[in-house]
């Protein structure tokens, strides 16, 4: 069975630029989720999707950052418009159910480089 | 959100048993003690987890105080492989995950 596929690997771009990164989440997973992985750091959620609806986007930095999730399987994360601080790894994971038992499945992670 | 706290690097030599502790004093009853680690250029992969009893399954064990305010991950006999940073995250009823910084191990051959 495929695991989380993220996309692309690595980006570079020029700062103001806008950026997007795909995720297809493991087959049948309900739950997903986009983390911001500086170096050095453990993962930051920015935000969870229980199918379509976006439940927890707290920490998603609304006025350059926006997530869909059309039709409660693949998932995109947009930054408009790039900056510096916002070169990172953005992680996307999944999990079959919001229990807390469940398994979270990461993907390999799309690393941005803001020049 | 319960906060866990863990030393930021340990070492271990190849072959024998890891103990990487992690304190959560603040954990509430319904709170499961998760554990990830993260090789080098890759995802989290998930380890073990458990609630109130110890746990044992291939990858580790993971032994739970009694008072559920520590938690220890144990790998019998650490290869190199092993070298990762290993994450202690409390996941409850609120579906939160939250990741602190986490351990990196060395494992020296």
């Known amino acids: 069975e495929a695991g989380v596929v993220q996309s692309p690997r690595y980006k570079i771009i020029e700062k103001k630029q806008p950026v997007a990164f795909w995720c297809n989440p493991i087959s049948g997973h309900n739950t997903l989720y986009w983390y911001l992985q500086n170096l050095g750091q453990g993962p930051e959620l920015l935000i969870r999707y229980e199918n379509e609806e976006a439940v927890d986007d707290s920490q998603l930095p609304k006025d350059r950052f926006s997530a869909e999730r059309l039709k409660g399987v693949d998932s995109t994360l947009k930054i408009q418009p790039a900056e510096l601080g916002d070169s990172a790894v953005y992680l996307c994971a999944s999990s079959l159910d919001g229990l807390a038992t469940g398994e979270l499945f990461f993907g390999e992670g799309s690393r941005l480089t803001v020049l | 959100d319960a906060k866990t706290t863990q030393p930021n690097s340990m070492e271990s030599n190849e072959e024998e048993p890891v103990h990487l502790p992690c304190n959560h004093s603040t954990i509430s009853g319904t709170d499961y003690i998760h554990w990830y680690r993260q090789l080098p250029s890759q995802g989290p992969e998930y380890v073990i987890h458990g609630l109130t009893s110890n746990v044992n399954n291939r990858m580790a064990s993971l032994a739970i105080a009694e008072d559920r305010k520590s938690s220890t991950l144990i790998l019998h006999r650490a290869t190199l492989r092993d070298a990762a940073v290993y994450y202690c995250?409390?996941?409850?009823?609120?579906?939160?995950?939250?990741f602190g910084t986490g351990t990196s191990l060395t494992v020296i051959p």
């Open positions: 995250i409390l996941r409850g009823s609120g579906n939160q995950f939250y």
